[in-house]
């Protein structure tokens, strides 16, 4: 029972949120939520790196190990979304791929697993995090316009956010007190607005063709966690990270991916982008618990 307590902890806070964002985005269509993207992207995401790396008592050895450990990941979700998309007949594999590889590891995967595993968690989940956020603005780009953008890498905060917080952690330095805390009051602010901006998201995306979303969904919510449980074996890894890793696996597709896609993408590469991440994100709402149970209960 103390197990099933302790999944309703974790997950109550996050789709409760999600469920405020939905809400008002049904009473009111036109909520305008670019401040919340301006201030995630800007200022949140980037104090949010910084605290979660610098500030949980991860060591740098870990940061690096997870970092690395994700990216074989993503090379592996990868192959299983070109598979995927190949058996779906997808004329342009290349712009349909980033909804199948780039998790939303920041929005749901470090909320949860902050309330999974507490500080240590986040840090593990923030190394993580770092990773996708670089990729979404590289290889989410390239992948979307076709073409490697460097400029959108240089204009990218959460970019210098990572460097600076590697070389904070490497070299072992303290940050002040008065950094940490306000580094940690943005951090939670941010994880409130993000997890609210995704409900309001899920009420403007449509889903334009459902098999497809199901099968590509099925792709990133299925054998996402399977691709994190042969990680973890094989590099028999175990304790509260190996459960971040796993979580982090699990994840729906990023509603980044559809931003992205918007810029650079055609309108119909778009709209299915857009039905992989609604599909994918509303399969989650039953794969997550399961997967979050199977961490608490093996991983801790």
Request: charged share 10%; hydrophobic share 55%.
């Given at each position: 029972m103390?197990?099933?307590?302790?999944?309703?902890?974790?997950?109550f806070?996050?789709f409760?949120v999600v469920g405020i964002?939905y809400?008002?985005g049904?009473?009111?269509p036109?909520?305008?939520t670019?401040?919340?993207?301006n201030?995630?992207?800007?200022?949140?995401?980037?104090a949010?790196i910084?605290?979660?790396?610098?500030?949980t008592?991860i060591?740098?050895?870990?940061?690096?190990?997870?970092?690395?450990?994700y990216?074989?990941?993503?090379?592996i979700?990868s192959i299983?979304g070109v598979?995927?998309?190949y058996?779906?007949?997808?004329?342009?594999i290349?712009r349909?791929?980033?909804?199948?590889?780039?998790?939303n590891t920041g929005?749901m995967?470090?909320?949860?697993?902050l309330?999974?595993?507490g500080?240590?968690?986040?840090g593990?989940?923030?190394?993580?995090?770092?990773l996708?956020i670089?990729?979404?603005?590289?290889l989410?780009?390239?992948l979307?316009?076709?073409k490697?953008?460097?400029?959108?890498?240089?204009k990218?905060?959460?970019?210098y956010a990572i460097?600076?917080s590697a070389?904070?952690?490497?070299?072992?330095i303290?940050?002040?007190t008065f950094?940490?805390?306000t580094?940690?009051?943005?951090?939670?602010?941010?994880?409130?607005l993000?997890?609210?901006?995704?409900g309001i998201a899920l009420t403007?995306?449509?889903?334009f063709?459902?098999n497809?979303?199901?099968v590509?969904s099925?792709?990133?919510?299925?054998?996402g966690?399977?691709i994190?449980i042969?990680?973890?074996?094989?590099?028999?890894?175990n304790?509260?990270a190996a459960g971040v890793?796993l979580?982090?696996c699990?994840?729906p597709?990023a509603?980044?991916?559809y931003l992205?896609?918007?810029?650079?993408s055609?309108?119909?590469?778009?709209d299915?982008?857009?039905s992989?991440i609604v599909v994918?994100?509303?399969?989650?709402f039953?794969?997550v618990?399961i997967v979050?149970?199977?961490?608490?209960?093996?991983?801790?």
């Amino acid at each position: 029972m103390e197990i099933y307590i302790k999944l309703f902890e974790v997950l109550f806070p996050v789709f409760f949120v999600v469920g405020i964002g939905y809400y008002l985005g049904k009473k009111n269509p036109k909520i305008d939520t670019t401040f919340i993207t301006n201030f995630a992207a800007n200022i949140g995401t980037p104090a949010m790196i910084i605290y979660a790396v610098t500030s949980t008592g991860i060591t740098f050895d870990i940061f690096a190990k997870y970092f690395w450990y994700y990216l074989i990941a993503i090379i592996i979700f990868s192959i299983f979304g070109v598979i995927t998309l190949y058996f779906l007949k997808t004329k342009d594999i290349i712009r349909e791929l980033p909804p199948l590889i780039l998790p939303n590891t920041g929005n749901m995967g470090l909320p949860i697993c902050l309330f999974a595993y507490g500080s240590q968690g986040l840090g593990v989940s923030a190394a993580i995090s770092s990773l996708i956020i670089l990729f979404h603005f590289t290889l989410g780009v390239f992948l979307a316009d076709r073409k490697f953008n460097f400029n959108v890498i240089i204009k990218n905060p959460p970019f210098y956010a990572i460097i600076f917080s590697a070389f904070i952690l490497f070299n072992k330095i303290e940050l002040p007190t008065f950094i940490i805390n306000t580094t940690e009051w943005l951090m939670y602010a941010t994880i409130f607005l993000i997890l609210m901006s995704l409900g309001i998201a899920l009420t403007r995306l449509k889903v334009f063709s459902l098999n497809k979303a199901i099968v590509s969904s099925f792709t990133r919510t299925i054998i996402g966690p399977l691709i994190g449980i042969s990680l973890i074996s094989f590099f028999n890894l175990n304790g509260f990270a190996a459960g971040v890793l796993l979580i982090q696996c699990s994840m729906p597709s990023a509603v980044l991916n559809y931003l992205v896609a918007s810029i650079y993408s055609p309108k119909k590469i778009v709209d299915s982008v857009a039905s992989t991440i609604v599909v994918s994100t509303l399969m989650s709402f039953i794969t997550v618990p399961i997967v979050v149970f199977i961490a608490l209960k093996y991983f801790s």
